[in-house]
């Protein structure tokens, strides 16, 4: 079974401008979750989806914004780019077995901002 | 502030040894979930333990969960090279599908 994939790998933009990161979950997962990665701040949630719902937000601006399609893909959008915005993205698919929670990671989009 | 606290947060030690990671907190999980990072790549799911009290054994690494559902403990024996990377705790609660990570211990063996 394929894992989680994200495009682009790596990525370098210009303050102010906006970017947008793409998610393929594993197939038959639901549920796709943010996440954004840092050396000072680790590895804070961004927000989660389920059947192209936000259910969970976590303690980002307004310009940081997802969705989610039909197909489980999904899609993280930060307008006006900031130096601070630098860091690690990363996806992250899951399913639901009985008595846990489990989350499956993609490699990452690398995002520099300059 | 971490939700999860995660001690050391560095560890080098030399091909052989045993090494222990603490995750604890003051919040009870239904689940805590253990993760191995390498640089430049997303974490990879080692184990996840349910019950309080549960041990779970991978090979050379042995994952214990608290009796309240509060700590984890991870103990590798006979370290590795390929032991090497960053460890990361995390928990999920069971009326919201996030999860909280610890701040994460790197671990380094050296050959």
């Known amino acids: 079974k394929a894992g989680v994939t994200q495009t682009p790998r790596y990525l370098i933009k210009t303050r102010g401008q906006q970017v947008t990161l793409s998610c393929s979950p594993i197939?038959?997962?639901?549920?796709v979750s943010w996440y954004q990665q840092t050396p000072g701040q680790g590895l804070q949630f961004l927000f989660e989806?389920?059947?192209?719902?936000?259910?969970n937000k976590g303690n980002f601006p307004g310009r940081f914004s997802g969705r989610q399609f039909s197909n489980s893909r999904s899609e993280m959008n930060v307008s006006t780019l900031e130096l601070g915005d630098s860091a690690l993205y990363l996806c992250?698919?899951?399913?639901?077995?009985?008595?846990?929670?489990?989350?499956?990671f993609g490699p990452g989009t690398r995002l520099t901002v300059t | 502030t971490q939700l999860l606290e995660q001690s050391p947060q560095f560890l080098s030690i030399q091909e052989g040894e045993n090494l222990t990671v603490y995750c604890n907190s003051s919040?009870?999980?239904?689940?805590l979930q253990w993760y191995r990072q390498e640089p430049g790549e997303g974490p990879v799911l080692l184990v996840t333990?349910?019950?309080?009290?549960e041990v779970k054994k991978l090979k050379r690494l042995t994952f214990q969960f608290g009796d309240a559902r509060k700590d984890s403990s991870l103990h590798i024996t006979a370290a590795q090279p390929g032991d090497t990377g960053l460890y990361l705790c995390?928990?999920?609660?069971?009326?919201?599908?996030?999860?909280?990570f610890g701040a994460g211990t790197t671990v380094t063996v050296r050959a």
């Open positions: 333990v349910v019950t309080g009290g």
């Open positions: 197939s038959g997962h639901r549920s």
């Open positions: 992250a698919s899951s399913f639901y077995p009985t008595g846990g929670y489990e989350q499956y």
């Open positions: 989806y389920f059947s192209e719902t936000q259910r």
């Open positions: 919040s009870v999980f239904s689940s």
């Open positions: 995390a928990g999920a609660s069971s009326n919201d599908y996030k999860l909280s």
